[in-house]
């Protein structure tokens, strides 16, 4: 079991990794304080399988908890089932000192993330991220949210967790393309802050891939640990936080011009990484061998590094990019790469330079 710690003050928690701790849950919660009525915030899928022991631990150390499941899938992140959801926790009687328990994957972590931070101005949360990508991002760091029409995560807050467990027997189950999608996230921190953890990955892909525990606890140690350094040195997004979005604003805009249907989140992170590369080394001097160390490692995992737009495809990109939470007056803003391990953000990019970037 590894225990990594984000350093906020008052708003301080721990993110603890290791096979099956999400049966201290329970005693975990007793300590923080918590009232006894609270939910569970699951999915369709994850909830049938990984709720039982959830809600028992719960009910073993004296919490009265209630659990509310949502569909599966990106389209859930909505307004209307934020609202749904506010309606089961009055219903249930949750109070300030209540708490919600995210138990899923990232869309889960968002909505519920969200629908705690508003809830009564805000109550307790607790992250149990139940895949790979959840448990490396965005179960960590308090950003949550969810989408408009218009856009992805145009609607959120930010609302630190009490508490994240990370626990690896959730991802025996995951299915490899979730698992795989959740690759391109933990290759993000190499390429963002850690050049030697980007070669241990280039070494250890296979054992990672192979789901080896001591690998993979490793790995998942070492993306929170990176992403706990950022996020306690910029909580709100206002400066560094900022190099966590390599790759994400085409990603994003991808996802988007897809209706969420065509591309899991990291894959399509996976082409926007490939692509800010590219960018890298015409605007901020990458040299070309490490743009192709980062394509071939996507490739490697087994995620998609290019992609073909058609004309009317590339406006629908620009225009979802201009929508960008990055984008500042009406200029797109990117995370470059200088080296591996060491990138700058608030970049603006060319139009034309984006779409030559996809195109190669």
């Not at 975990?28 to 809600?55: E, Y």
């Not at 149990?128 to 969810?146: E, F, I």
């Not at 640990?225 to 950022?230: D, G, L």
């Not at 990109?317 to 201009?322: C, E, H, S, V, Y």
């Amino acid at each position: 079991m590894r225990t990594v710690k984000v350093p906020l003050g008052e708003r301080s928690y721990s993110i603890v990794i290791g096979r099956r701790v999400a049966d201290r849950l329970g005693r975990a919660c007793v300590k923080l304080g918590f009232a006894p009525r609270c939910a569970v915030i699951t999915d369709s899928q994850v909830g049938p399988r990984h709720s039982p022991r959830v809600l028992e631990s719960l009910r073993r150390a004296g919490f009265d908890p209630i659990l509310l499941t949502i569909p599966a899938g990106e389209p859930s992140k909505n307004l209307g089932q934020v609202e749904a959801l506010y309606l089961a926790l009055a219903q249930h009687q949750l109070e300030r000192r209540s708490f919600v328990v995210a138990l899923g994957g990232g869309v889960v972590g968002d909505v519920a993330g969200f629908v705690a931070g508003t809830y009564l101005r805000g109550i307790g949360l607790v992250q149990l991220p139940t895949t790979l990508l959840a448990q490396v991002d965005s179960s960590v760091g308090g950003k949550t949210g969810v989408n408009l029409p218009a856009g992805k995560n145009l609607v959120g807050v930010f609302h630190q967790p009490r508490l994240v467990l990370c626990d690896l027997a959730t991802l025996d189950t995951l299915p490899e393309r979730e698992f795989r999608a959740g690759v391109a996230e933990v290759i993000k921190y190499g390429i963002i802050r850690d050049a030697a953890f980007f070669t241990q990955i280039e070494t250890d892909l296979e054992r990672l891939l192979g789901r080896e525990e001591a690998a993979l606890g490793a790995f998942v140690a070492r993306s929170c640990e990176i992403k706990a350094e950022v996020v306690a040195r910029d909580e709100t997004e206002s400066g560094l936080r900022a190099i966590l979005n390599f790759g994400h604003t085409i990603g994003h805009a991808l996802e988007a011009i897809s209706n969420y249907e065509q591309y899991l989140h990291g894959e399509a992170i996976a082409i926007g990484q490939v692509a800010a590369a590219r960018l890298s080394a015409r605007l901020a001097g990458l040299p070309e061998a490490d743009v192709e160390r980062i394509r071939t490692l996507f490739d490697r995992a087994g995620l998609p590094t290019e992609v073909r737009l058609a004309p009317e495809q590339k406006k629908k990109l620009l225009k979802a990019m201009q929508l960008d939470k990055k984008a500042s007056g009406g200029r797109v803003k990117f995370v470059l790469a200088e080296a591996i391990g060491r990138v700058r953000w608030g970049v603006p990019v060319p139009e034309k330079a984006v779409l030559e970037a996809l195109a190669a």
